[in-house]
């Protein structure tokens, strides 16, 4: 198992670029935390400082595990969807299923193995660009330098090879061990899905009871204490995931608002409809990303700018702004890599739709209509639950801050993030959806 996955690579190229570009963004981000954690566990670090320089990679570390992890689940299962029919040779000639994930497994261990050396030293230097900033901002002594050491960081790279692992496993666990004549039969079991899905609603309702609970604890804070920024991030990040996980039941919704809206006509827009309703797998990954990538920034870009204006002069909150811009900016364009790598890989593997289409009398245009208006669904969609999310994980921020609710509706955070996130989206989808249709 161990040659057949390594021999696997020269057929597989795309899709081990995009995990390992996943896996390699993942690494430096983690590490850059471990390394400024480690400078703030370090003996020549000032005891003032101590607190603030292990308190704060702890939170932006556990954002950030938590996200690559959910991040290299959500691509490894897109890109292994393009392989079903590999799988299911193996499956025929006697391959086991734990024998599939195992060597599905060592195919995404390697990837990460061979991003690691360099995803560290990106770890070193964002670590140290982090603390130079929080020298600038005057957060800590000049005295306190980069001292991040050689164990913690490693442990970062390690916290990312193990979180690649169990991503593959997750990942590749259903197409594993789905029947490798699945297509000729239905799969049946329908109520062990409909658990399956129940179990997942129950943790995305429990994540987001979970960020609203984080968002509303500040109501016992002092306005100027700088834990109502501490838990109010967590807030957004938690809602955001726990809306994420609901993407299928997201595009059931806004499928059903386009069946019921009358000026929805035209060949395209009935073919994404169609599609909507038949796959919504093909969607879900973008769903996913970018409910995940508004929800994030513009919750945090909303409670900083509200910081920014209500918050007192020169007060920890205020100083930091410019440290959680940057952290968060590296965040969301992880996000975003991993969105574009998402949509490209699931795009890709609709090549054999777009030529029964083309065989069939449509044209190269109307199948591009039809893919845009299914991403525009998507972002649609998406853009609501996660501004929305954002929100309600800033109302309290905003009403301890402020005593006005609105405040957390300030639009130009959410201009912007949603501005970012859908001009991402159509525009890979329309490129890549368009040099698809063209060579199909």
């Known amino acids: 198992m161990v040659k057949l996955a390594l021999r696997s690579f020269a057929h597989h190229r795309a899709a081990a670029v995009a995990t390992g570009l996943v896996a390699l963004v993942g690494t430096v981000l983690v590490s850059g935390m471990t390394s400024l954690l480690g400078t703030g566990l370090a003996a020549s670090t000032a005891e003032a400082d101590r607190a603030f320089l292990v308190q704060f990679p702890l939170i932006m570390g556990g954002w950030a595990v938590g996200i690559v992890l959910f991040a290299m689940v959500s691509t490894i299962g897109v890109a292994l969807g393009g392989r079903a029919g590999e799988i299911a040779g193996l499956r025929l000639i006697g391959a086991t299923p734990r024998q599939v994930q195992r060597m599905l497994v060592v195919e995404t261990a390697v990837i990460s193995a061979v991003v690691a050396l360099p995803g560290l030293a990106g770890g070193y230097l964002l670590g140290w660009i982090v603390t130079r900033g929080i020298h600038s901002a005057g957060l800590t002594d000049p005295a306190s330098v980069f001292a991040p050491g050689v164990l913690l960081p490693a442990l970062g790279v390690l916290v990312v090879l193990v979180a690649s692992v169990l991503a593959a496993w997750l990942g590749s666990r259903s197409l594993a061990h789905r029947s490798p004549v699945a297509d000729a039969a239905p799969p049946p079991r329908r109520r062990t899905g409909r658990r399956r899905g129940n179990g997942r609603r129950v943790a995305a309702t429990t994540m987001v009871l979970a960020g609203l609970g984080s968002s509303a604890a500040v109501f016992g804070l002092d306005p100027a204490d700088v834990l109502t920024t501490a838990m109010t991030g967590p807030g957004c990040v938690l809602v955001a995931v726990g809306l994420c996980v609901l993407a299928p039941e997201l595009i059931t919704a806004v499928n059903r608002v386009l069946r019921a809206v009358p000026g929805a006509r035209g060949a395209a827009s009935h073919l994404a409809v169609t599609n909507l ?10 769903v996913t990303f970018l409910t995940l990538f508004i929800g994030v920034a513009a919750g945090t870009l909303s409670m900083q700018g509200i910081e920014n204006t209500f918050g007192v002069a020169n007060s920890t909150g205020q100083v930091i702004a410019s440290i959680n811009y940057f952290v ?18 699931s795009i890709s593997r609709r090549r054999t739709e777009f030529s029964v289409m083309s065989l069939i009398g449509s044209t190269g245009a109307q199948t591009h209509r039809m893919l845009v208006r299914e991403i525009a669904a998507a972002v649609v969609v998406s853009t609501v639950a996660g501004s929305v999310g954002a929100f309600l994980s800033v109302l309290p921020f905003a009403v301890v801050k402020t005593g006005d609710p ?21 525009g890979v989808a329309s490129f890549t959806g368009r040099r698809m249709i063209r060579t199909a």
Do not use: C
Not at 277 to 286: G, L, N, Q, Y
Not at 333 to 345: D, Q
């Open 277 to 286: 309703s038949a796959a919504p797998e093909r969607v879900r990954p973008t």
């Open 406 to 426: 609105l405040q957390a509706a300030a639009p130009l955070p959410y201009a912007i993030t949603i501005v970012i996130g859908a001009g991402v989206t159509l």
């Open 328 to 345: 968060v900016a590296l965040i969301a364009a992880f996000m975003a890599i991993a969105l574009t790598n998402n949509l490209v890989a």
